[in-house]
């Protein structure tokens, strides 16, 4: 995928062309996918973990979006929480993501592969409440 390259979702071009950055499909399939109960988190790659310590919010981070010919593909990475059911979750954040998309953005989206990279223990100071 290039860098410039953009979707776009004109219908009617009389008034001119509509077009999405694959970013703005990242960062909106980034919020639907924290929105679902049982996500932890989304593991993002070491250049999204710098920008996040330096105090920039990455909503995209997790989020690989590729543009073919067949259409619109997003590849989800995820950590779990613990107790979660991972097939269910996973439909969650498919049904989520694909919803979202097609109410901002009239999208129909192709393929949408959840990747569950982890799971998200609880955290010592919470286990230690519970005692």
Request: glycine content about 8%; aromatic content about 4%; charged content about 25%.
């Amino acid at each position: 995928m290039s860098e410039n390259s953009m979707l776009n979702v004109s219908e009617d071009s009389s008034l001119g062309n509509v077009e999405i950055a694959p970013e703005v499909i990242e960062v909106i399939a980034g919020i639907a996918t924290t929105e679902v109960a049982g996500v932890s988190y989304t593991r993002g790659n070491f250049a999204s973990g710098v920008a996040e310590r330096l105090g920039k919010k990455s909503h995209g981070k997790g989020i690989k979006v590729e543009l073919t010919n067949a259409g619109v593909l997003i590849d989800v990475y995820v950590v779990m929480d613990y107790g979660s059911t991972i097939p269910s979750v996973a439909q969650k954040i498919q049904t989520n993501i694909r919803q979202a998309l097609k109410n901002m953005t009239a999208l129909e989206i192709d393929e949408i592969n959840v990747h569950v990279v982890g799971v998200q223990m609880e955290h010592k100071e919470e286990l230690e409440e519970h005692e």
